[in-house]
């Protein structure tokens, strides 16, 4: 397992899309400098925002579920990764360690950041997925208000526009 195409990153927050109310996750780098916004569901937002804000629940929810399966066979998450960005849609693997074995699990990047928060794995973003994410064209007929196409520069300019408080959940 190599990662020296991949940038470690950290979970900067979560936000809502301004037009669509839709949720995003905002990874960012350790110097700062690269900021990556994934779209994700409500369901979703609301399994990391619970982490994040260490809101512990009466029972276990499916991703504490997964976490302590994991714990009780003796598997633990070495990191996630996110893989790859195709027709909008980002791709992420689990890397786990059992029995001194390694496994690689196809997930959605939403659970897999999931359960990494809550096993304290690092997170790991391919440099083609920054570098896809930022060139992402617009199509003649997409509206304004479809924020995934935004260019690298344009979500910089968005990003410094915002203050800590456009971010409900913040680490």
Not at 86 to 95: E, G, K, M, S
Request: aromatic share 4%; proline share 4%.
């Amino acid at each position: 397992m190599s990662f020296e195409n991949a940038i470690l990153m950290s979970v900067g927050g979560l936000t809502l899309d301004p037009v669509t109310k839709t949720p995003i996750v905002i990874l960012k780098d350790r110097d700062n400098k690269l900021n990556l916004p994934i779209w994700i569901g409500l369901l979703e937002a609301t399994a990391m925002a619970t982490e994040l804000e260490g809101i512990k629940m009466a029972r276990p929810m499916t991703h504490d579920l997964l976490r302590n399966v994991l714990s009780q066979l003796g598997a633990s998450v070495e990191c996630i990764e996110i893989t790859d960005l195709r027709d909008n849609t980002y791709f992420a693997l689990i890397h786990l360690a059992v029995n001194g074995e390694r496994h690689t699990i196809d997930s959605r990047p939403s659970d897999a950041i999931s359960l990494a928060l809550r096993t304290k794995s690092p997170i790991y973003v391919d440099k083609k997925v920054i570098e896809n994410s930022s060139v992402l064209q617009q199509s003649e007929d997409s509206s304004a208000s479809n924020l995934s196409n935004v260019s690298r520069d344009k979500w910089a300019e968005i990003l410094e526009k915002m203050s800590p408080d456009d971010f409900k959940y913040k680490m």
